[in-house]
């Protein structure tokens, strides 16, 4: 079965500091997707990135990185020079491809609190 | 309206009442799904509609019951919930369901149950 784990439940950062969101996955899959989603207070949904299991090329968005470790079994998330409207909280996700429905398992989610 | 809506945002509801919640998508997709977070466990999957055929029930009580009449929408109708099933209902939307293809949330109806 598969499961993801975000084994930091919240962290409290200054303004301008960077931020780095660990995410753990298991799956039986060879072919997999993993995701990233921000939940903001009003609590929608935002989608950040998507990733397949046969691309390991770390990836940056603007503040955003993305570190993806198939030897670790890891997708971990950094938010470079952090800023007050980062707060919120931060789930990561897997589909695995034999998965009917395109089944999404997320994580505990991670919140995220940037002070200024 | 874009993106996926829902209503209503909030309802509160007692343990003998019938009530239902609605998701639109205005994004073309063709895949639809019900979720529940609360703050006791992850998110969790309820149901999947690919082509507004249910192809998941991830062992749901009976007394939620979903409806997908066409592709752009999507009910949860509820009747004699309990207080346990007080959660935040997420409603998303992909294209053809299939495997990988990033979801997108509505904000959610928060259900609270008397």
């Known amino acids: 079965a598969q499961k993801v784990t975000q084994a930091q439940t919240e962290i409290s950062v200054v303004e301008k500091e960077d931020v780095t969101l660990d995410c753990v996955y298991e799956t039986r899959d060879t072919t997999y997707y993993l995701f990233w989603y921000k939940q903001p207070p009003s609590g929608e949904l935002v989608f950040l990135i998507r990733?397949?299991?046969?691309?390991?090329q770390n990836e940056i968005s603007g503040r955003y990185s993305w570190n993806f470790q198939k030897s670790t079994s890891s997708f971990n998330f950094t938010i470079t020079a952090s800023q007050v409207v980062d707060s919120a909280v931060y789930f990561c996700?897997?589909?695995?491809?034999?998965?009917?429905?395109?089944?999404?398992?997320f994580g505990g989610g991670t919140r995220v609190l940037v002070k200024p | 309206e874009t993106g996926v809506t829902q209503t209503p945002r909030h309802l509160v509801m007692g343990m003998t009442n019938k009530k239902s919640l609605k998701c639109e998508q205005h994004l073309g997709h063709n895949a639809m799904y019900w979720y529940k977070q609360s703050a006791k466990k992850p998110l969790e999957l309820m149901f999947v509609y690919s082509l507004e055929e249910r192809v998941e029930n991830n062992s749901v009580p009976s007394r939620f019951s979903p409806e997908c009449p066409n592709s752009s929408h999507l009910f949860l109708h509820l009747h004699t919930l309990q207080p346990e099933d007080s959660a935040l209902y997420l409603c998303?939307?992909?294209?053809?369901?299939?495997?990988?293809?990033?979801?997108?949330f509505g904000p959610g109806t928060r259900l609270t149950v008397l």
């Open positions: 998303a939307s992909s294209q053809d369901g299939g495997r990988g293809n990033e979801q997108f």
């Open positions: 990733r397949n299991s046969f691309d390991e």
């Open positions: 996700a897997l589909s695995e491809a034999e998965a009917a429905g395109n089944k999404l398992t």
